[in-house]
Protein backbone atom coordinates (compact mmCIF):
# COMPACT_ATOMS: atom_id res chain seq x y z
CA UNK A 1 0.00 0.00 0.00
CA UNK A 2 1.45 3.48 -1.25
CA UNK A 3 1.73 6.28 1.32
CA UNK A 4 -0.91 8.15 0.25
CA UNK A 5 -3.41 5.71 0.24
CA UNK A 6 -2.45 4.76 3.83
CA UNK A 7 -3.04 8.46 4.61
CA UNK A 8 -6.11 8.42 3.12
CA UNK A 9 -7.93 5.31 4.98
CA UNK A 10 -6.35 6.55 8.11
CA UNK A 11 -8.26 9.88 7.88
CA UNK A 12 -11.02 7.89 6.79
CA UNK A 13 -10.94 5.26 9.77
CA UNK A 14 -10.03 8.63 12.28
CA UNK A 15 -13.75 10.31 10.84
CA UNK A 16 -15.66 7.28 11.65
CA UNK A 17 -14.43 6.66 14.69
CA UNK A 18 -15.51 9.97 15.97
CA UNK A 19 -19.13 10.22 14.03
CA UNK A 20 -19.99 6.51 15.31
CA UNK A 21 -21.82 6.52 18.95
CA UNK A 22 -20.14 4.88 21.26
CA UNK A 23 -21.32 1.31 22.70
CA UNK A 24 -22.18 3.11 26.28
CA UNK A 25 -24.34 5.54 23.96
CA UNK A 26 -26.38 3.04 21.77
CA UNK A 27 -26.80 0.72 25.15
CA UNK A 28 -28.10 3.57 27.19
CA UNK A 29 -32.26 3.64 27.38
CA UNK A 30 -33.62 5.35 30.47
CA UNK A 31 -37.22 3.78 30.20
CA UNK A 32 -38.13 1.66 33.21
CA UNK A 33 -37.79 -2.03 32.42
CA UNK A 34 -37.38 -4.97 34.88
CA UNK A 35 -33.41 -6.54 35.11
CA UNK A 36 -32.03 -9.36 37.09
CA UNK A 37 -28.91 -7.85 39.18
CA UNK A 38 -26.71 -9.11 41.78
CA UNK A 39 -28.00 -10.90 44.67
CA UNK A 40 -26.16 -8.45 47.04
CA UNK A 41 -29.05 -6.30 47.37
CA UNK A 42 -31.61 -6.95 49.40
CA UNK A 43 -35.68 -6.07 48.33
CA UNK A 44 -36.74 -2.86 48.98
CA UNK A 45 -33.53 -1.05 48.26
CA UNK A 46 -32.34 1.39 45.81
CA UNK A 47 -28.92 0.87 44.05
CA UNK A 48 -27.52 3.94 41.69
CA UNK A 49 -24.76 3.27 39.24
CA UNK A 50 -23.43 7.03 38.44
CA UNK A 51 -21.17 5.78 35.92
CA UNK A 52 -24.01 4.27 33.93
CA UNK A 53 -26.60 6.80 34.72
CA UNK A 54 -29.02 4.02 36.20
CA UNK A 55 -31.04 3.65 39.64
CA UNK A 56 -32.31 0.43 40.49
CA UNK A 57 -35.10 -0.56 42.42
CA UNK A 58 -34.91 -3.69 43.92
CA UNK A 59 -38.20 -5.72 43.90
CA UNK A 60 -37.25 -9.31 44.79
CA UNK A 61 -34.03 -11.24 45.05
CA UNK A 62 -32.26 -10.65 41.79
CA UNK A 63 -34.54 -8.50 40.31
CA UNK A 64 -34.94 -4.83 39.97
CA UNK A 65 -36.86 -1.93 37.86
CA UNK A 66 -34.06 0.30 36.23
CA UNK A 67 -34.30 3.88 35.29
CA UNK A 68 -31.83 5.81 33.74
CA UNK A 69 -31.51 8.79 35.85
CA UNK A 70 -28.96 12.12 35.48
CA UNK A 71 -26.06 12.79 38.60
CA UNK A 72 -24.02 15.07 39.69
CA UNK A 73 -20.84 17.01 37.79
CA UNK A 74 -17.89 16.07 38.63
CA UNK A 75 -16.95 16.67 42.39
CA UNK A 76 -20.49 17.45 43.22
CA UNK A 77 -21.87 13.60 43.22
CA UNK A 78 -23.15 11.81 46.30
CA UNK A 79 -21.71 8.68 46.93
CA UNK A 80 -22.60 6.33 50.38
CA UNK A 81 -25.42 4.80 51.83
CA UNK A 82 -28.90 7.51 53.08
CA UNK A 83 -32.16 6.80 53.89
CA UNK A 84 -35.59 8.37 52.12
CA UNK A 85 -36.61 10.14 54.97
CA UNK A 86 -38.95 12.64 53.31
CA UNK A 87 -41.25 12.19 50.31
CA UNK A 88 -42.93 15.32 48.69
CA UNK A 89 -44.99 15.95 45.60
CA UNK A 90 -44.35 18.83 43.68
CA UNK A 91 -41.75 19.88 46.36
CA UNK A 92 -40.10 23.29 47.04
CA UNK A 93 -36.94 24.09 46.04
CA UNK A 94 -34.26 26.52 47.17
CA UNK A 95 -30.66 26.35 45.92
CA UNK A 96 -28.18 25.66 48.69
CA UNK A 97 -25.41 28.47 49.75
CA UNK A 98 -22.87 26.46 47.55
CA UNK A 99 -25.13 26.45 44.63
CA UNK A 100 -25.43 30.17 45.07
CA UNK A 101 -21.74 31.10 45.12
CA UNK A 102 -20.58 28.99 42.31
CA UNK A 103 -23.42 29.66 40.54
CA UNK A 104 -23.82 33.41 40.95
CA UNK A 105 -25.20 33.94 37.32
CA UNK A 106 -28.31 31.30 37.54
CA UNK A 107 -28.82 31.24 41.57
CA UNK A 108 -28.01 35.15 42.20
CA UNK A 109 -31.67 36.48 42.71
CA UNK A 110 -31.54 33.34 45.82
CA UNK A 111 -28.78 35.62 47.40
CA UNK A 112 -29.26 37.67 50.49
CA UNK A 113 -32.72 36.41 50.65
CA UNK A 114 -35.14 33.31 52.29
CA UNK A 115 -36.91 32.94 49.30
CA UNK A 116 -38.15 29.77 47.72
CA UNK A 117 -39.59 28.91 44.88
CA UNK A 118 -42.77 27.21 44.99
CA UNK A 119 -43.76 23.15 43.76
CA UNK A 120 -44.60 23.25 40.02
CA UNK A 121 -44.19 22.30 36.39
CA UNK A 122 -41.18 24.97 36.47
CA UNK A 123 -39.88 24.18 39.90
CA UNK A 124 -36.12 21.95 38.50
CA UNK A 125 -36.86 19.13 41.47
CA UNK A 126 -39.44 18.22 39.27
CA UNK A 127 -42.98 16.18 39.64
CA UNK A 128 -41.73 14.41 42.90
CA UNK A 129 -38.92 14.48 45.48
CA UNK A 130 -36.97 11.93 47.93
CA UNK A 131 -34.68 13.41 50.84
CA UNK A 132 -31.88 11.50 51.45
CA UNK A 133 -30.69 11.92 55.11
CA UNK A 134 -27.45 10.79 56.69
CA UNK A 135 -28.38 9.25 60.56
CA UNK A 136 -31.44 11.64 60.29
CA UNK A 137 -29.33 14.42 58.88
CA UNK A 138 -30.42 16.15 55.95
CA UNK A 139 -27.68 15.70 53.21
CA UNK A 140 -29.42 17.91 51.14
CA UNK A 141 -29.33 15.59 48.24
CA UNK A 142 -32.67 14.08 46.47
CA UNK A 143 -33.96 11.93 44.17
CA UNK A 144 -35.87 14.09 41.89
CA UNK A 145 -37.89 14.99 39.13
CA UNK A 146 -36.45 17.47 36.52
CA UNK A 147 -37.43 20.07 33.73
CA UNK A 148 -34.23 18.94 32.09
CA UNK A 149 -35.38 15.52 30.64
CA UNK A 150 -32.53 15.92 28.49
CA UNK A 151 -30.07 15.99 31.08
CA UNK A 152 -31.21 12.38 31.60
CA UNK A 153 -28.17 10.30 31.30
CA UNK A 154 -25.42 12.87 31.77
CA UNK A 155 -23.89 14.53 34.95
CA UNK A 156 -24.34 18.23 34.90
CA UNK A 157 -26.34 17.96 38.37
CA UNK A 158 -25.47 20.00 41.73
CA UNK A 159 -24.85 16.51 42.77
CA UNK A 160 -28.65 15.38 43.19
CA UNK A 161 -29.99 12.47 41.41
CA UNK A 162 -32.82 13.27 38.58
CA UNK A 163 -35.42 11.39 36.60
CA UNK A 164 -37.86 11.74 34.10
CA UNK A 165 -41.24 13.08 36.29
CA UNK A 166 -42.96 9.86 35.17
CA UNK A 167 -40.64 8.04 36.10
CA UNK A 168 -39.92 9.74 39.95
CA UNK A 169 -43.83 9.42 40.12
CA UNK A 170 -43.90 5.55 39.33
CA UNK A 171 -41.05 5.35 41.59
CA UNK A 172 -42.58 7.76 44.72
CA UNK A 173 -45.11 5.61 44.73
CA UNK A 174 -43.18 2.23 45.23
CA UNK A 175 -40.76 3.20 48.08
CA UNK A 176 -41.88 4.02 51.54
CA UNK A 177 -40.01 6.25 53.73
CA UNK A 178 -37.08 4.49 55.57
CA UNK A 179 -35.73 2.74 52.14
CA UNK A 180 -32.00 2.36 51.86
CA UNK A 181 -30.21 4.43 49.26
CA UNK A 182 -26.86 2.83 47.96
CA UNK A 183 -24.89 5.49 45.21
CA UNK A 184 -21.48 3.91 44.50
Known amino acids: MDRRRFIGLSAAA ?20 EVRIKKDFAPGQILVLPRSYYLYWVTEER ?7 GV ?3 GLEFTGRATIDVKKEWPTW ?4 EMIERSPELYGQFAGNQDIM ?6 PLGARA ?4 QNGVDTYFRIHGTTQPNTIGTSVSNGCIRMLNEHVADLYQRVPIGTVVTVL
Open 72 to 74: GRA
Open 94 to 97: RPTD
Open 118 to 123: PGGPNN
Open 14 to 33: TLTATTMPTQAELAFDPTPQ
Open 130 to 133: LYLF
Open 63 to 69: KAIRYGV
